[in-house]
Protein backbone atom coordinates (compact mmCIF):
# COMPACT_ATOMS: atom_id res chain seq x y z
CA UNK A 1 0.00 0.00 0.00
CA UNK A 2 2.64 2.17 0.65
CA UNK A 3 4.43 1.58 -2.69
CA UNK A 4 1.40 2.90 -4.21
CA UNK A 5 1.17 5.90 -2.49
CA UNK A 6 4.52 6.94 -3.23
CA UNK A 7 4.36 6.18 -7.06
CA UNK A 8 1.00 8.47 -6.51
CA UNK A 9 2.74 11.22 -5.50
CA UNK A 10 5.59 10.61 -8.04
CA UNK A 11 3.23 10.74 -10.61
CA UNK A 12 1.24 14.07 -9.57
CA UNK A 13 4.20 15.74 -9.41
CA UNK A 14 5.44 14.65 -12.75
CA UNK A 15 1.87 15.82 -13.91
CA UNK A 16 2.60 19.12 -12.31
CA UNK A 17 5.91 19.66 -13.51
CA UNK A 18 4.18 18.67 -17.39
CA UNK A 19 1.61 21.22 -16.65
CA UNK A 20 4.72 23.90 -15.59
CA UNK A 21 6.60 23.08 -19.28
CA UNK A 22 3.41 23.71 -21.24
CA UNK A 23 2.93 26.79 -19.97
CA UNK A 24 6.98 27.88 -21.00
CA UNK A 25 7.35 25.09 -23.57
CA UNK A 26 3.96 24.95 -25.29
CA UNK A 27 4.10 21.38 -26.81
CA UNK A 28 6.31 20.31 -29.33
CA UNK A 29 5.83 16.13 -29.89
CA UNK A 30 9.15 15.49 -31.39
CA UNK A 31 10.80 17.39 -29.19
CA UNK A 32 8.96 16.08 -26.13
CA UNK A 33 9.89 12.21 -27.96
CA UNK A 34 13.55 13.25 -27.51
CA UNK A 35 13.24 14.33 -23.63
CA UNK A 36 10.78 11.49 -23.20
CA UNK A 37 12.86 9.13 -24.52
CA UNK A 38 16.01 10.40 -22.60
CA UNK A 39 14.12 10.26 -19.62
CA UNK A 40 13.08 6.49 -20.15
CA UNK A 41 17.11 5.59 -21.43
CA UNK A 42 18.24 7.05 -17.88
CA UNK A 43 15.70 5.41 -16.17
CA UNK A 44 16.43 2.10 -17.63
CA UNK A 45 20.32 2.71 -17.21
CA UNK A 46 19.70 3.37 -13.61
CA UNK A 47 17.92 0.16 -13.05
CA UNK A 48 20.14 -1.63 -15.39
CA UNK A 49 22.68 -1.34 -12.64
CA UNK A 50 20.58 -1.54 -9.91
CA UNK A 51 16.61 -2.70 -10.09
CA UNK A 52 14.32 -0.08 -8.41
CA UNK A 53 11.11 -1.19 -7.63
CA UNK A 54 9.93 2.49 -6.87
CA UNK A 55 10.09 2.87 -10.75
CA UNK A 56 7.95 0.19 -11.51
CA UNK A 57 11.11 -1.76 -13.08
CA UNK A 58 11.65 -4.74 -10.74
CA UNK A 59 13.94 -6.80 -13.34
CA UNK A 60 16.96 -6.17 -15.53
CA UNK A 61 15.12 -7.57 -18.61
CA UNK A 62 12.72 -5.28 -17.69
CA UNK A 63 15.20 -1.72 -17.64
CA UNK A 64 16.82 -3.44 -21.08
CA UNK A 65 13.82 -3.32 -22.43
CA UNK A 66 12.58 0.29 -21.11
CA UNK A 67 15.91 1.63 -22.24
CA UNK A 68 15.60 0.22 -25.89
CA UNK A 69 12.09 1.40 -26.21
CA UNK A 70 14.09 5.11 -25.03
CA UNK A 71 16.64 5.15 -27.41
CA UNK A 72 14.01 4.04 -30.01
CA UNK A 73 11.87 7.24 -29.40
CA UNK A 74 15.00 9.47 -29.21
CA UNK A 75 16.65 8.09 -32.72
CA UNK A 76 13.02 8.44 -34.37
CA UNK A 77 12.45 11.87 -33.26
CA UNK A 78 15.21 12.88 -34.05
CA UNK A 79 15.45 11.88 -37.67
CA UNK A 80 11.71 12.25 -38.15
CA UNK A 81 11.27 14.40 -41.47
CA UNK A 82 10.47 18.03 -40.78
CA UNK A 83 7.03 19.16 -42.44
CA UNK A 84 6.72 22.22 -44.50
CA UNK A 85 4.51 24.85 -42.52
CA UNK A 86 2.68 27.99 -44.04
CA UNK A 87 1.68 31.04 -42.22
CA UNK A 88 -1.19 31.22 -41.36
CA UNK A 89 -3.87 33.59 -38.82
CA UNK A 90 -3.33 37.45 -38.73
CA UNK A 91 -1.06 39.18 -41.48
CA UNK A 92 1.96 39.98 -39.85
CA UNK A 93 4.88 41.74 -41.38
CA UNK A 94 7.07 38.75 -40.20
CA UNK A 95 4.89 36.79 -43.18
CA UNK A 96 6.75 39.30 -45.46
CA UNK A 97 10.20 37.57 -44.80
CA UNK A 98 9.55 33.78 -44.19
CA UNK A 99 6.01 32.86 -44.81
CA UNK A 100 6.82 29.40 -45.19
CA UNK A 101 9.37 27.41 -42.59
CA UNK A 102 9.94 24.21 -41.26
CA UNK A 103 10.23 25.03 -37.68
CA UNK A 104 8.99 27.78 -35.12
CA UNK A 105 7.87 28.80 -31.93
CA UNK A 106 4.99 31.08 -31.21
CA UNK A 107 4.58 32.94 -27.03
CA UNK A 108 2.33 35.10 -25.83
CA UNK A 109 0.97 36.87 -22.59
CA UNK A 110 -1.44 39.60 -21.82
CA UNK A 111 -0.45 42.75 -20.06
CA UNK A 112 -2.39 45.29 -18.10
CA UNK A 113 -0.75 48.24 -19.60
CA UNK A 114 -0.85 50.40 -22.77
CA UNK A 115 0.83 48.97 -26.26
CA UNK A 116 3.08 52.40 -25.72
CA UNK A 117 3.99 51.11 -21.68
CA UNK A 118 4.95 47.70 -23.57
CA UNK A 119 6.81 48.77 -26.25
CA UNK A 120 9.00 50.60 -23.92
CA UNK A 121 9.02 47.63 -21.47
CA UNK A 122 10.56 45.86 -24.38
CA UNK A 123 12.91 48.16 -25.35
CA UNK A 124 14.46 48.08 -21.85
CA UNK A 125 14.83 44.77 -20.35
CA UNK A 126 18.27 43.32 -21.15
CA UNK A 127 19.19 39.66 -20.45
CA UNK A 128 20.27 40.80 -16.69
CA UNK A 129 16.55 41.18 -15.60
CA UNK A 130 16.21 37.31 -16.17
CA UNK A 131 18.91 34.98 -14.13
CA UNK A 132 17.05 31.58 -15.17
CA UNK A 133 17.46 32.66 -18.90
CA UNK A 134 21.06 33.86 -18.46
CA UNK A 135 21.87 30.40 -16.79
CA UNK A 136 19.94 28.57 -19.84
CA UNK A 137 21.87 30.81 -22.19
CA UNK A 138 25.22 29.92 -20.52
CA UNK A 139 24.63 26.35 -20.98
CA UNK A 140 23.42 26.28 -24.58
CA UNK A 141 26.86 28.20 -24.92
CA UNK A 142 28.86 25.66 -22.66
CA UNK A 143 27.51 23.00 -24.91
CA UNK A 144 28.95 25.07 -28.25
CA UNK A 145 32.23 24.85 -26.90
CA UNK A 146 31.69 28.75 -25.46
CA UNK A 147 32.71 29.69 -21.61
CA UNK A 148 32.63 33.43 -21.76
CA UNK A 149 31.16 34.77 -18.43
CA UNK A 150 28.70 37.92 -19.95
CA UNK A 151 29.36 41.19 -18.16
CA UNK A 152 27.33 41.75 -15.10
CA UNK A 153 25.09 44.22 -16.30
CA UNK A 154 24.01 43.81 -20.28
CA UNK A 155 22.21 46.57 -22.70
CA UNK A 156 18.69 45.93 -23.56
CA UNK A 157 18.19 42.52 -25.94
CA UNK A 158 16.29 44.30 -28.90
CA UNK A 159 19.14 46.93 -28.57
CA UNK A 160 21.67 44.32 -28.84
CA UNK A 161 20.09 42.88 -31.99
CA UNK A 162 20.31 46.00 -33.76
CA UNK A 163 23.88 46.18 -33.25
CA UNK A 164 26.42 45.53 -36.32
CA UNK A 165 28.50 42.21 -35.59
CA UNK A 166 25.67 40.90 -33.27
CA UNK A 167 25.04 38.78 -35.68
CA UNK A 168 21.59 39.39 -36.05
CA UNK A 169 19.82 41.65 -38.61
CA UNK A 170 16.49 44.36 -38.37
CA UNK A 171 14.86 43.33 -40.66
CA UNK A 172 12.14 45.91 -39.79
CA UNK A 173 12.12 48.05 -37.60
CA UNK A 174 9.50 50.97 -39.17
CA UNK A 175 5.93 49.33 -37.65
CA UNK A 176 4.56 51.06 -34.67
CA UNK A 177 3.80 47.27 -33.69
CA UNK A 178 6.27 45.04 -34.70
CA UNK A 179 9.96 44.47 -34.73
CA UNK A 180 11.18 41.67 -36.74
CA UNK A 181 14.86 39.91 -36.99
CA UNK A 182 16.55 37.74 -38.81
CA UNK A 183 19.43 35.58 -38.78
CA UNK A 184 21.56 33.64 -41.66
CA UNK A 185 24.21 30.67 -39.97
CA UNK A 186 24.63 27.47 -38.85
CA UNK A 187 23.69 27.85 -35.20
CA UNK A 188 25.08 24.12 -34.21
CA UNK A 189 28.43 24.69 -35.22
CA UNK A 190 28.99 28.33 -34.37
CA UNK A 191 31.92 30.07 -35.97
CA UNK A 192 31.28 33.76 -38.47
CA UNK A 193 28.07 34.26 -40.77
CA UNK A 194 27.68 34.90 -43.98
CA UNK A 195 28.05 38.26 -44.69
CA UNK A 196 24.71 39.02 -45.28
CA UNK A 197 23.53 42.76 -43.91
CA UNK A 198 20.21 43.98 -45.47
CA UNK A 199 16.61 42.87 -45.70
CA UNK A 200 17.03 42.08 -49.74
CA UNK A 201 20.15 40.11 -49.11
CA UNK A 202 18.11 37.79 -46.22
CA UNK A 203 15.26 37.56 -48.72
CA UNK A 204 17.65 36.47 -51.51
CA UNK A 205 20.04 34.12 -49.50
CA UNK A 206 20.22 30.27 -50.40
CA UNK A 207 23.79 29.29 -49.88
CA UNK A 208 23.54 25.63 -49.29
CA UNK A 209 24.19 24.79 -45.30
CA UNK A 210 22.71 27.19 -43.58
CA UNK A 211 19.71 28.44 -41.71
CA UNK A 212 17.65 31.35 -42.02
CA UNK A 213 15.90 32.29 -38.97
CA UNK A 214 13.52 35.16 -39.00
CA UNK A 215 11.27 36.64 -35.76
CA UNK A 216 9.91 39.65 -34.51
CA UNK A 217 7.86 41.13 -31.25
CA UNK A 218 4.59 42.36 -31.37
CA UNK A 219 2.29 44.27 -29.25
CA UNK A 220 -1.18 44.90 -30.19
CA UNK A 221 -4.22 46.08 -28.27
CA UNK A 222 -6.25 44.22 -26.49
CA UNK A 223 -9.04 46.91 -25.00
CA UNK A 224 -9.58 47.41 -21.89
CA UNK A 225 -6.08 48.96 -20.79
CA UNK A 226 -4.64 45.70 -22.31
CA UNK A 227 -1.55 44.61 -24.28
CA UNK A 228 -1.31 41.28 -25.86
CA UNK A 229 2.70 40.69 -26.91
CA UNK A 230 3.87 38.12 -28.73
CA UNK A 231 6.99 36.77 -29.99
CA UNK A 232 7.62 34.37 -33.03
CA UNK A 233 10.52 32.36 -34.25
CA UNK A 234 10.42 30.75 -37.45
CA UNK A 235 13.60 28.71 -39.27
CA UNK A 236 13.65 26.92 -42.65
CA UNK A 237 16.71 25.06 -44.37
CA UNK A 238 18.77 26.55 -47.62
CA UNK A 239 19.00 22.87 -48.15
CA UNK A 240 18.03 19.44 -47.48
CA UNK A 241 21.18 18.38 -45.62
CA UNK A 242 20.76 21.55 -43.58
CA UNK A 243 17.47 20.72 -42.81
CA UNK A 244 18.53 17.50 -40.95
CA UNK A 245 20.89 18.53 -39.34
CA UNK A 246 19.16 21.45 -37.48
CA UNK A 247 16.31 19.20 -36.83
CA UNK A 248 17.80 17.12 -34.55
CA UNK A 249 19.35 20.42 -33.35
CA UNK A 250 16.08 22.25 -32.39
CA UNK A 251 14.61 19.09 -30.96
CA UNK A 252 16.81 19.08 -28.76
CA UNK A 253 17.11 22.97 -27.77
CA UNK A 254 13.54 23.66 -27.98
CA UNK A 255 12.59 23.75 -24.44
CA UNK A 256 15.39 25.87 -23.13
CA UNK A 257 14.46 27.62 -26.38
CA UNK A 258 10.91 28.40 -25.26
CA UNK A 259 11.47 28.69 -21.67
CA UNK A 260 14.18 31.49 -22.45
CA UNK A 261 11.62 33.42 -24.54
CA UNK A 262 8.79 32.95 -22.08
CA UNK A 263 11.26 34.31 -19.50
CA UNK A 264 11.51 37.04 -21.31
CA UNK A 265 8.00 38.16 -22.56
CA UNK A 266 7.00 37.42 -18.74
CA UNK A 267 9.46 39.80 -17.64
CA UNK A 268 8.62 42.51 -20.19
CA UNK A 269 5.13 42.18 -18.87
CA UNK A 270 6.24 42.75 -15.08
CA UNK A 271 8.23 45.44 -16.13
CA UNK A 272 5.37 47.23 -18.33
CA UNK A 273 3.06 46.78 -15.20
CA UNK A 274 4.47 48.58 -12.37
CA UNK A 275 4.13 52.19 -11.42
CA UNK A 276 6.14 54.43 -13.33
CA UNK A 277 7.82 55.81 -10.41
CA UNK A 278 9.38 52.16 -9.77
CA UNK A 279 10.81 51.23 -13.09
Known sequence: MRMWIIRFVGL???????????????????????????????????TLVKPVRLLGIGSRARALVV???????????????????HASGPRQRLDDFMPVFEFYERHETLVRAAPNQVREAARSVSASDMPAAVFLMRVRAAAAGRFDRPNRRQPPILGTFEQRGSGFLPLDLTRPNE????????????????????????????EPGNIKVAFNMRWDDAGQGKTRISTETRCTSTDAAAGRIFARYWRVIYPGSAIIRRVWLDTIAERAERPPDTH
Not at 12 to 18: K, M, N, P, R
Not at 182 to 206: D, K, T
Open 12 to 46: ALIALLLVLLSHYAPLQPLSYAVWGGIVLMLAGLV
Open 67 to 85: LLVGLACVVAALNWPAATI
Open 179 to 206: LVYGMVGRPWAGGPRPPVSSPEQFLAFR
